[in-house]
């Protein structure tokens, strides 16, 4: 039972997308959110009561955005009204596990910079420009 109140906490900490649409803003309470999870089963009843309480207070206290989950939202949307097929994923960001994908430029020139740094686009062609995070204030996040 502990273990299973332990998971609950570590799905809110990441923000239970059925029921509740806040967010935390705090992305450390999703890392101890886990790490009280692991916690309890590593500990087991009636010690891990502790922790769990220890991560309710957390949780209870850290900062809460919508941000995540509007941004989300809107992705999911415009793939729902997207016409035609989806835009292919730019050959640098894929994974080139073959000879052949490699020669087909499959994850070329790919780096962890920006794309102002980089020159890179990470977006499909078409959605370069696409910013699934604007307007955030405005709907409530």
Known sequence: MKVLRGA????????DVRRRRARLADGNALVEA???LQ????IG???CDVL????AVRLARAPKSREIYNAMRRCQRSLQEAKGPIPPIPLHL???PTKLMKQLGYGKAYNLNSKEKSGL???PEGMENVNFFHDCHKDGS
Do not use: F, S
């Open 8 to 15: 609950r906490v570590a799905a809110l900490a990441g923000g």
């Open 34 to 36: 886990v790490a009280c």
């Open 121 to 123: 686009t990470y977006m």
């Open 52 to 55: 769990l309480v220890q991560c």
């Open 94 to 96: 894929r994974n080139a």
């Open 39 to 42: 916690g309890c089963q590593q």
């Open 45 to 47: 009843m009636p010690e």
